[in-house]
């Protein structure tokens, strides 16, 4: 059964930074490419970074430089880390297995 449970989202000032996982079960996780999407309120969802298997990455335009994107094969587990965080980064942040699987999302609200 495959798993993707999302964490470490919450409410931050503008500036500030939050670091997302995503621990991952159920599939061969170090084969996979895996990627991070949002949605905000009344918006499609987005992708917002992705990482191959190998580790090569690649980001959405607008979190260039500020958010980055790492895996570790070992405890099958993706991370986001976001810093200089931005009101408009406010959104459910999912995690997403190439092999078709989604997590369940994590709330980033970025508010003073």
């Known amino acids: 059964q495959v798993q993707l449970v999302e964490s470490g989202g919450g409410l931050v000032q503008p500036g500030g930074s939050l670091r997302l996982s995503c621990a991952a079960s159920g599939f061969p996780f170090n084969i996979y490419a895996m990627r991070w999407y949002r949605q905000a309120p009344g918006k499609e969802r987005e992708l917002v970074a992705g990482?191959?298997?190998?580790?090569?990455?690649n980001y959405a335009d607008s979190v260039k430089g500020r958010f980055t994107i790492s895996r570790d094969n070992a405890k099958t587990t993706l991370f986001l880390q976001m810093n200089s965080l931005k009101s408009e980064d406010t959104a459910v942040y999912y995690c997403y297995s190439v092999v078709g699987f989604w997590g369940q999302g994590t709330q980033v609200t970025v508010s003073s």
């Open positions: 990482i191959t298997s190998s580790g090569s990455t």
